[in-house]
């Protein structure tokens, strides 16, 4: 019975994320853009390098920024911390406590409703881009290689997911999130592989990075899917990425009975 309900919160979440679809399908043509910045930025590069650096050359480069947008996509949540602070500033939460119905279970299902609707809808423009850049395009020599970054890229998305949780949860404590989320969302973006590969970074940095969650947010499951990643480092990521999927979801519970110990303190 209890998944019947989270079945029904999630069919509720695709209606409501549906009537949302052309504003989706804006922002994914619109965040296309920034790639014809980066094509035009990396040609300049290679052109003047005369050749290829860290493993990389033009055109597996183009083809790494393809997959970025893709897994981006697929596991980044949207709003879903202003929705769940909302929630919280406004006593939404207040109909949860006297309901057998977990809240981190609801926002579960709410996200990953909101993920299948904003795949669907911006599918296409992404399919064109691929298309376009057909001739950069090299897919895994190894079967076993799509399931492990499929693998991989469904734990990127829950710790994406479970850390937007956690930080909307600040919310019990203060009153405006903005400026926690932005600033942890410039360190994900700087330091996941959305605006470089990390493996182009120096060897101790990444050394450092590989035991950090950003790492695994959207970068490792890329590595796998380009086989760049193979053999015992291979393992050691999966087993790095699985830690931190079991500590963000730890922390989310943690996060929640913490607040709503205070929420109720305070007589919220």
Known sequence: MNLARYGTVFTLGLQNTFVYR?????????????????????????NERGGGFG???????????????????????TEDEWQIASDIREGQINSFLTKPLNYLGYRTSIFLASRLVYTAVTILPIA???????NYLQLPAHYATYLL????????????FFITYSLAMMAFWVLEISTIVFIVYSFEYFLGGQMFPVDIMPLGVQAVLKWLPFYYEL????????????????AQALVIQTAWLLITWAVATLMWKRGLGHYQAVGG
């Open 22 to 46: 052309w504003n989706y399908f804006l922002r994914a043509l619109f965040g296309l853009i920034p790639l014809a910045g980066t094509v035009f930025l990396w040609r300049a590069v290679f």
């Open 55 to 77: 493993g990389y050359n033009y055109g597996s480069m183009i083809y790494y920024y393809l997959l970025t947008i893709l897994a981006s996509n697929l596991v980044t949540p």
């Open 128 to 134: 064109l881009i691929f298309f376009y850049f057909r």
């Open 149 to 160: 970054a499929g693998a991989s890229l469904i734990m990127a998305a829950f710790i994406q």
């Open 219 to 234: 970068f490792c499951p890329i590595a796998i899917f380009l086989e760049r990643l193979g053999g015992a480092e291979l």
